[in-house]
């Protein structure tokens, strides 16, 4: 995993657990999916795109926080991201397990296969529908 050198922001309240590692030189992520700029000295904002998965802008680019997340810290399995340049081409895709994707917790994020992902959110899907009947 990059950069395991841990730290502390200024002037915020860390939850239960909470670690933070430095992405860059200017901003920290903690394993709880929150960003902090160190140069605004505060957390940053994070906005959903169009699918609903939540990103900062750094130096003008979007950055997912999932994906982030797992990067530096791993995910709920302990497994990361060092040997894997891109998800797509090894047929990966990060879940969220309780599907709320605003939810960045490492305990929340697992690295499982696309067909994985797709028949998880299928299933899930379809046990809502069955639980909406009764």
């Known amino acids: 995993m990059q950069n395991e050198k841990p730290c502390k922001p200024q002037n915020i309240r860390n939850k239960k657990g909470e670690?933070?590692?430095?992405?860059?030189?200017?901003?920290?992520?903690?394993?709880?999916?929150?960003?902090?700029?160190?140069?605004?000295?505060r957390i940053m904002k994070q906005a959903p795109n169009n699918w609903g998965y939540m990103r900062v802008k750094i130096n003008k680019k979007h950055v997912f926080?999932?994906?982030?997340v797992v990067k530096h810290f791993g995910d709920v399995n302990?497994?990361?991201?060092?040997?894997?340049?891109?998800?797509n081409e090894h047929g990966l895709?990060?879940?969220?397990?309780?599907?709320?994707?605003?939810n960045n917790a490492v305990s929340n994020l697992e690295i499982v296969t696309?067909?994985?992902?797709?028949?998880r959110k299928y299933?899930?899907?379809?046990?809502?529908?069955e639980q909406a009947q009764f």
């Not at 670690?19 to 000295?41: A, C, P, Q």
């Not at 895709?93 to 605003?102: G, V």
Request: charged share 25%.
């Open 19 to 41: 670690v933070w590692k430095f992405v860059g030189d200017k901003h920290l992520l903690s394993n709880y999916g929150r960003w902090y700029s160190i140069l605004r000295t």
């Open 123 to 129: 299933k899930t899907k379809e046990t809502l529908n």
């Open 65 to 68: 926080t999932h994906i982030a």
């Open 114 to 119: 696309h067909i994985e992902n797709c028949n």
């Open 93 to 102: 895709s990060i879940d969220h397990i309780n599907r709320n994707k605003r």
């Open 78 to 87: 302990g497994k990361d991201l060092t040997n894997i340049n891109s998800l």
